[in-house]
């Protein structure tokens, strides 16, 4: 450790980047304890953790029981505790009760003692984010002197705000803002972050580092890529995205302040290898952090199950994923070659099982009650839920999790059977538009991405990639039967979702104006199906569930 009275101008600051697990307070203390004996050994004198990090965030209402709260307590204590060896003061995200109030709280841990604490000021209540539920808002805080330098310790929101509290710190005398997150990902975010942050330090003439969570938790993936930038509006350092790290970074303090002069800089994905990488990780945390063994899929032939395949074995590994084909008789021979080819690619197990005689003892058992009438959407439904009957049996049957492969496009206008192919506990694809799902599947074909487990090379057939795409319930038959292509139909509802813009804005966009009309339409009327969906991969900047909530009874539609 450095020892900084006789350095006083030197600070080796750790930033720890991890992955904790909502409510699992003894392991994440563990975790805690791990990182700052490592950071210890490198030499840092402080550790800075992210929001929350002891319950992992975000807790919801966990924090409104008073055993959690006491947990989350007795946890900084203990840590607390730790730092009377001498090594590097802590400081570390927690929920923190007063008695009557709650708060979303760090604690500032050194020799042995809480030497400070502060709360979350600016509380989010937007999008994904919904605090002023479950907290209370802190007083305007002033900085914490740790070892001779006094810090501002501004939580997550405290910068993306308007109530000043950046500039608040620096006029009482903060030298240095540290700043920790869980700052979830969707597409594009790392610029945004870097432009809330350029705007802080411009405003309250302060470097700031940014330390922000990684991992999957339910719908949401928090991507890390930490950083810091100094006064002079330089980026700093740049910390990796999607990955567990501990990274130690120097700070030293000239005529101008203090300025980060070493620390690493890794390279930010593009936006594909981004959203695919945000997809995998989601998808093995919510797997593994929820204790599965394996999953399952009805692999078709199809190009959305080939790449929930090709992620389901990039996140967990070839032997923990059972494909299985469930041909019918308007299945199609090229589908059911695609299917076992993609598995092969992927070396995961294959499974056939054919559902004829399931779906004519359905309609047999219905024969009497159904006669007389025309057959149509009913009988091309019974074969989805034949399907996903399976799938659930399977699922018991071996403790697999059924992994769920509608794309948001088809989630979007209720192209999809509810108790058929939307049966499952989790879809990494939730939240990626068709053309994206085309997009990421060629994207897969060329690369491996870092931490994946599946092979390199063609792990999607490019027939899938190329055939139009169909959900073989009927013959001969084509998405673009009930759909406008998918070019145009996602364009549409990137707007209606994402800008909340109005009809005719988008007709003024070149759409034909009863197609718009017609997909806002159904865009309402598919809610229902939407509220009983399995959870997905936030990977837009509104993705169903958590940040659009609009009411099932609904009669508005604009015209």
């Keep these: ?51 929350l990090f002891l319950c992992g965030y975000p807790p919801e209402d966990l924090v409104l029981k008073p055993a959690f709260l006491a947990a989350c307590a007795r946890a900084v204590e203990a840590l607390a505790a730790d730092t009377a060896d001498g090594g590097p003061a802590v400081i570390i995200g927690f929920p923190r ?183 995998m990780l989601g998808l093995r945390d919510y797997v593994n952090k929820n204790g599965f063994r394996n999953v399952v899929l009805g692999l078709s032939g199809g190009i959305d199950s080939a790449l929930c395949a090709a992620l389901a074995v990039d996140a967990l590994g070839e032997e923990r994923l059972r494909a299985v084909m469930m041909p019918y008789r308007y299945t199609a021979e090229t589908s059911i070659a695609d299917a076992e080819a993609c598995a092969r690619a ?70 999809a059977t509810l108790y058929g192919d939307m049966n499952g506990g989790f879809n990494p694809i939730k939240d990626l538009y068709k053309m994206q799902v085309y997009g990421l599947s060629r994207w897969r074909n060329a690369n491996v991405p870092a931490g994946a487990l599946g092979p390199s090379g063609e792990v999607i057939p490019v027939s899938i990639i190329d055939k139009a795409p169909s959900a073989e319930l009927r013959p001969n038959q084509t998405d673009q039967d009930s759909l406008p292509p998918y070019e145009d139909l996602d364009d549409i509802l990137e707007c209606l979702v994402e800008n909340e813009m109005g009809t005719d804005a988008i007709v003024a966009r070149g759409h034909d104006v009863a197609t718009v009309h017609r997909i806002e339409h159904l865009l309402y009327i598919a809610e229902y199906k939407r509220r009983q969906s399995a959870p997905g991969v936030k990977i837009t900047r509104k993705n169903f569930g958590r940040d659009r909530r609009y009411p099932i009874t609904n009669r508005y539609r604009d015209r």
């Design 346 to 415: 992927l070396g995961c197990r294959y499974d056939v099982v054919a559902i004829e005689e399931p779906v004519q003892g359905f309609l047999t058992a219905l024969g009497d009650m159904f006669e007389g009438t025309d057959e149509g959407i009913t009988e091309e439904n019974l074969q989805s839920r034949a399907r996903g009957t399976i799938l659930m049996a399977i699922s018991n049957k071996f403790g697999s999790m059924v992994v769920t492969t509608g794309n948001k496009s088809e989630m979007s206008v209720g192209y």
């Design 1 to 51: 450790m450095s020892d900084l009275s006789n350095t006083p101008d030197v600070l080796r600051i750790a930033v720890a980047q991890l992955n904790p697990t909502v409510g699992d307070v003894t392991g994440n203390l563990a975790k805690a304890r791990e990182a700052r004996a490592d950071a210890a050994r490198q030499g840092a004198d402080l550790v800075l953790f992210t929001e």
């Design 97 to 279: 009760s007063d008695g009557a109030l709650r708060h979303n709280s760090v604690a500032v841990l050194d020799a042995g003692e809480v030497i400070a604490m502060r709360d979350k000021v600016d509380l989010p209540n937007y999008g994904e984010f919904d605090e002023k539920r479950v907290f209370f808002p802190g007083p305007m805080p002033g900085p914490v002197a740790i070892r001779g330098v006094r810090f501002g310790i501004p939580i997550c929101e405290d910068i993306w705000g308007d109530l000043g509290v950046c500039e608040t710190l620096a006029e009482s005398g903060a030298e240095l803002l540290l700043v920790p997150n869980g700052s979830p990902y969707y597409r594009g975010k790392v610029d945004i972050r870097h432009q809330v942050a350029m705007r802080q330090v411009i405003e309250s003439g302060l470097p700031l580092l940014f330390a922000n969570q990684v991992g999957g938790q339910d719908e949401l993936v928090f991507d890390g890529a930490s950083f810091a930038l100094n006064t002079d509006k330089r980026l700093a350092f740049q910390m990796s995205q999607f990955e567990e790290t501990i990274a130690v970074t120097t700070w030293k303090r000239g005529p101008e302040g203090w300025a980060c002069t070493d620390g690493p800089m890794s390279v930010i994905p593009d936006r594909d290898e981004a959203d695919y990488r945000a997809c």
